[in-house]
């Protein structure tokens, strides 16, 4: 029986292990965001608490060193957060441009999954043929033999 040999099998090899690549690619980047993000979420959660430390310092008897001093850390903090956000926005425009890449890489892997798929059909189909072709001869031999 014929064996079906695909052309380009070594093709479609490199781009399921590019696809693999980019995949581990795009899971660091999501990883990269994430972690962006929650920097970011600690650098809020801090701020808020130098605000509230602030509206403390400003009840009762007021301390204008400690109260200048808290105003410097929220400054400080917003800085660091506006920094922060701008981290998140490069790890956002990271992760998108992996993610192209990764689609483009799936694509190009799709389509010779299925000109594969298409190949294997019509070798099927030729097989079938000339499987076809041989019981025809045998028959048409069988016949022929028993008439003589």
Known sequence: MAKFQYQ???VLNIKEKLES???????L??????????ILQDLILQKAGYDRQARK?????????EVNAC????????????GQMLNVHKAEKQLE??????N??????????????KKFEE?????????????DELVSYTYHHNEE
């Open 8 to 10: 380009l099998q070594s």
């Open 21 to 27: 690549q980019e995949k581990i690619a795009f899971g």
């Open 29 to 38: 980047a999501s990883a990269k965001l994430a972690e962006e993000q929650e």
């Open 57 to 65: 310092l400003l009840e009762g008897t007021i301390d204008l060193v």
């Open 71 to 82: 105003r410097k850390a929220v400054e400080t903090m917003k800085t660091r957060i506006r």
């Open 97 to 102: 441009v992996v993610r192209k890449r990764l």
């Open 104 to 117: 483009e890489v799936m694509i190009e892997r799709k389509t010779y999954e299925k000109l594969r798929e």
């Open 123 to 135: 070798f099927k189909m030729e097989l079938a043929y000339e499987e076809k072709k041989e019981v």
